[in-house]
Structures are given as C-alpha cells and as structure tokens.
C-alpha cells in the first residue's frame, strides 16, 4: 500500500519539475518573439532558460532514479554547463550587437557604452 | 589553504586504514572527523580555518540560486504582460574587484539576476556596462549590485 503511495508521489513530483521547465521554456520562446530588441530579447533567452533547463533534468534524473536505479550525473553535467555557458553567450551576443551599431529600442535611453566607446574613438580621429 | 586540505585528506586516509576498509563512505566519515580536529586545532594551524571560506561559497550559492529563481519570475510576468511598459537603458557600474577570474564571476552573475545583462567590461578592467530592463534609478540599481554580489564575492576570494 505504500509503496504505491510513494510511486503516486514521485510522479507528481517528477511531473512538476517537468511541466515548470516546460513552462519557463515555452515563455522564452513567446518573450523572443514579443520583446522589441536584441538587448531585451537576450534577457529573455538568457534567464528563462536556466530554470527551464534546471527543473527539466531534475525531473529526468528524479525520474532515472526511481524508476530505473541509474544516477545519471551526465544530467547533472549538462545542467551545470548549461548554466556555465548561458550567460557568457548572452554577453557575447549583445556586445556584438552593441559593436555593430545596433540601437537600443525606446526614445531617449541612456547609454553609457556607446559614449564610452566614442570618448575612446574620437581622440584617435583627431590626432 | 592548500596545506590544510592536505592535512585533511591525509586524516581521512588514515581513517580509512584505520577502519581497514577502503570505500567512499569511510573515506567521507574520515574527511569529517579530519574537518573536526583541524577546527579543535586551529589555534595551531597557519590561515584561516578553510571550512570559513566553503560556508562563505556556499552562501554565495544560495544568493545566486534565489536571485536566479526571482529573475526567472519576473522575466515571465514581463513576457505575460500585455503592454510593454518598460525603459531599457546601459549603465556604467564601477567595480572595485581586481583579478580577470573576480570580474568574470561577477559579470556572470550580473547576468543571470533581475533585469541586468552585462554587456561589456571596460579596458582597464574598473567598470561593466550593464543593460538594464527597466532602468529608472541608476543609483539605486548599482548600490543593489555592489551590496549584492560584489560584497559577497569579496568576501569569498578575500
């Protein structure tokens, strides 16, 4: 009798890690689309993400375990270089952009960089 | 540090030649009797006890991990949000930290919390451009970083 309990309530819990993932995923994929530059669009694809990814291979290796005996560290592997990599991506990404003359979306923003970028350029021209 | 997690590995596997038997838990049990008696005796020691510096990790873990969750919070609100009422922008944030290993982390955690992307750091390594979703007060959105992780990173790598 238990043991079906305790089954009962690894599924669930397994199923909520993954419906989370899931969720966070698709919400990335909807903020992409909606969010107006590629500034605003890497918060979107940078931060969503981890979690989505977090709460889906927790879910795999809840579920491995229980179900097969097998811990799985590649699963804790990729996650950890998941979260490695994703926000070095994402600054990569938008320093590209910021490089290639890309403006950021919305009326009078304030922009450090780009009079950074030109104070560091202009003398140079001068000379 | 490194002499006193010697010592501490050392304890472990006399334990385990002790106990006579060579798996991972009784080389674990050994490692915690070894982090035991390197605290009963570090009056005796050179450094900091290195237990300190571990804890001081893993705070800075659990303020990454509850950071990341409210982040990952607010990015779908604002993804859920019918109008789009915000004001991106990039600031400069002076940073205080020196070595290129301190200004990675920094930068990776700038971007994993909040609101904040880091964008770029400049040459002489003293600022990082971040760009914010919705950057109404800069004071305000750089005294929360500086209060935030770069105290808390000191305090690791210091």
């Known amino acids: 009798m238990t043991g079906i309990n305790i089954d009962i309530i690894v599924d669930i819990i397994v199923s909520i890690c993954l419906l989370v993932g899931t ?25 969503a993400p981890t979690i989505g990814i977090t709460g889906i291979m927790i879910g795999a290796f809840l579920f491995l375990y229980v179900e ?48 950074a970028v030109k104070a560091k350029e202009n003398p140079e021209n001068t000379e | 540090m490194p002499f006193q997690i010697l010592l501490n590995i050392l304890i472990a596997v006399m334990w385990m ?37 571990v804890i001081k990790v893993f705070k800075l873990m659990i303020l990454f991990t ?36 301190e200004i990675t982390l920094l930068a990776n955690l700038i971007s994993l919390t909040p609101g904040t992307l880091s964008i770029a750091v400049s040459d002489d390594n003293s600022l990082i451009y971040v760009h914010a979703m919705h950057l109404e007060d800069t004071e305000a959105a750089i005294t929360d970083i500086k209060e935030t992780f770069e105290k808390a990173i000191m305090e690791v790598t210091r």
């Open chain 1, 23 to 47: 969720f966070f995923i698709f919400s990335t994929s909807i903020g992409l689309l909606r969010f107006p530059d590629v500034y605003t669009r890497m918060h979107a694809a940078t931060k």
């Open chain 2, 66 to 101: 509850k950071e990341l969750i409210l982040s990952n919070i607010e990015i779908v609100k604002l993804v859920y949000k019918p109008k789009l009422d915000i004001k991106p922008g990039i600031f400069a944030l002076p940073t205080e930290l020196k070595s290129d290993w």
């Open chain 2, 17 to 53: 030649f002790m106990s006579e038997s060579y798996t991972f838990s009784t080389f674990f049990s050994g490692y915690l009797i070894g982090i035991l008696l390197l605290l009963v005796l570090q009056r005796f020691i050179p450094d900091a006890f290195y237990m300190e510096r």
């Open chain 1, 68 to 115: 097969h005996g097998i811990m799985s560290g590649k699963l804790i592997l990729g996650l950890l270089f998941v979260l490695l990599t994703v926000p070095v991506s994402g600054h990569m990404i938008s320093r590209a952009a910021h490089r290639s003359d890309i403006a950021l979306w919305g009326e009078n923003v304030r922009d450090d960089y780009a009079e």
